[in-house]
């Protein structure tokens, strides 16, 4: 009998869905949607509902639900396939919020998401409350960002007070259409657990402290935590006669996007790094044991493998990028063409894009910065440099506090297919890039379903022989560091540093005497 497994990514913006033959080693199907145009009764902008007030950022989760209706609908069509498939795994946008009942129902129409940065005075709240920043890492090996679930369910608690009394579980995204599929199972697991600033990836437990902190009650509120190397029951019989699945297939324990990221691009073992550059940026690497950042900059989650993620996540990539395309008529080409017109390092003309508010470093409500420009810069050519190389520096400014020293660096997400981008992160992180060909998070979803699946059958296979067969890499765009730029971007990364220090009022270097001093003009 065949082997069929499926893997599903629930993003901010599109689902995508993927399955794989593991005796054959292929991808057999994949199809996606887009919120915004498959589902227009939404009323979404890229997947978040529009018109909301600023920094608010919020989904009603029947769109995810109604989407997966759309691409199972899609799926039943191959019935030799959908009939196959033994177990499925759903990855799912990390931090979000979904309040439901006893009967798995949505108490609160709408879904806090991982980039709403309205709550930053719940965040402030519970840090006071804890003793300190320090004191929070010490509790959950992490401190309290907006993007957490932690301050989202607090916000709701002082203000939502209804809201927050019906509630009788709290879910993430993932977690939420695992009750979906399930027929009512509430659980999480391990991984996107540890992004909610309640859970302790280092201890796997709650914090009774900063649940406390939020209402008394809130424990009561929380799922159990499961490990992530078993699934978690089978599929309900509603879709078994809606699509026909097999009632045998199991629901894998899924995860959060970024666990499911790394393994989609064959990032399982330590020493390597990813960095996905899709609507925010995130970097990260596996390691064996933890790594609790002391000033919080860097995420320590579980992964889905039984180790570690060490994470960092800037909110602002693409979206800067591609509204600088988009008001200026400009193609990926013509912009490569304007990077072209000017020196790398911008003759120390730095952007510090923080469009929409930041998150590493923790600004919620930070605005871009220019710096150094004078009257003759203020022109396209100099913008756009400033623009793609500012993005990267940031991105690198809080990697470089990460204790890992790549010698190669795999690229995903929709801006990981420009030559321009991949030789700016080559150059800027000194160190060989690579795209990675795949779907990503699906394809991580669809083979830790198959790995545990083995797993739980007898078959103990690593993970790594499971997945090399599927992942493949771009080498027509890998960059290699250019030499005579090294220097160049070395200057450039302690200026853009100590502009980023002095923003937030910490000590460091003056950057106007570095600016003089690396550049002369």
């Not at 939404?42 to 989904?59: A, F, L, M």
């Not at 990813?274 to 940026?281: A, E, K, M, V």
């Amino acid at each position: 009998m065949s082997q069929f497994f499926s893997g599903i990514d629930v993003s901010t913006q599109s689902q995508k869905i993927v399955v794989l033959d593991l005796e054959n080693d292929s991808i057999i199907y994949s199809d996606s949607i887009n919120y915004d145009e498959d589902l227009p009764q939404y009323e979404t902008t890229n997947g978040v509902i529009r018109n909301t007030q600023p920094g608010v950022s919020e989904s009603d989760p029947n769109m995810w639900i109604d989407g997966l209706h759309l691409l199972f609908k899609r799926l039943s069509k191959k019935t030799d396939i959908i009939s196959s498939i033994k177990a499925l795994s759903i990855s799912g946008q990390q931090h979000g919020l979904v309040s439901v009942d006893k009967s798995g129902n949505l108490v609160k129409p709408t879904s806090k998401l991982w980039n709403d940065f309205s709550t930053q005075e719940e965040c402030d709240i519970l840090t006071e409350k804890v003793g300190g920043k320090k004191n929070m890492i010490a509790e959950v090996s992490n401190s309290q960002r907006t993007g957490y679930t932690a301050s989202k369910i607090f916000h709701m608690q002082r203000n939502e007070i209804d809201f927050f009394n019906k509630t009788h579980q709290f879910l993430l995204v993932h977690n939420y259409i695992n009750c979906f599929l399930t027929g009512g199972i509430m659980i999480m697991e391990q991984g996107d657990a540890s992004g909610t600033g309640l859970w302790d990836p280092v201890k796997k437990e709650w914090s009774k402290e900063i649940t406390k902190i939020i209402s008394n009650d809130l424990m009561s509120k929380l799922p159990p935590v499961s490990s992530s190397l078993k699934s978690i029951g089978y599929i309900s019989n509603e879709f078994v006669k809606e699509y026909g699945f097999n009632p045998k297939c199991r629901i894998d324990s899924g995860s959060g996007d970024n666990m499911y990221g790394a393994i989609g691009t064959g990032n399982v073992d330590p020493g390597i790094v990813t960095i996905s550059l899709g609507t925010s940026g995130t970097a990260y690497t596996i390691f064996d044991e933890p790594f609790v950042d002391t000033q919080g900059e860097i995420a320590c989650f579980c992964d889905s493998t039984g180790r570690y993620l060490s994470l960092l996540c800037v909110s602002n990539m693409a979206g800067g990028y591609n509204t600088f395309l988009k008001k200026n008529d400009l193609s990926h080409a013509e912009f490569e063409t304007l990077l072209s017109h000017t020196n790398p390092g911008n003759d120390g003309n730095i952007i510090l894009p923080w469009y929409d508010g930041e998150r590493t470093p923790d600004l919620p409500n930070a605005c871009p910065t220019y710096f150094g420009f004078s009257h003759e810069d203020l022109n396209i050519k100099r913008i756009a440099r400033g623009l793609i190389e500012g993005h990267v520096l940031n991105l690198y400014d809080g990697f470089s506090k990460m204790p890992v020293r790549p010698k190669e660096i795999y690229l995903t997400g929709g801006l990981s297919q420009s030559k321009a981008w991949c030789q700016m992160i080559a150059d800027i992180f000194n160190c060989q890039v690579i795209p990675v060909i795949g779907e990503g998070a699906a394809l991580g979803a669809a083979l830790h379903a198959g790995w545990v699946w083995n797993n739980e059958n007898g078959d103990m296979k690593k993970l790594s022989e499971i997945i090399e067969p599927f992942i493949s890499f771009n080498e027509d765009l890998r960059c290699t560091p250019h030499p005579e730029n090294i220097t160049t971007y070395d200057n450039l990364k302690l200026l853009y540093s100590s502009i980023s220090l002095k923003i937030r009022g910490l000590d460091g270097p003056d950057p106007f005497d570095l600016r003089k001093k690396f550049f002369k003009n």
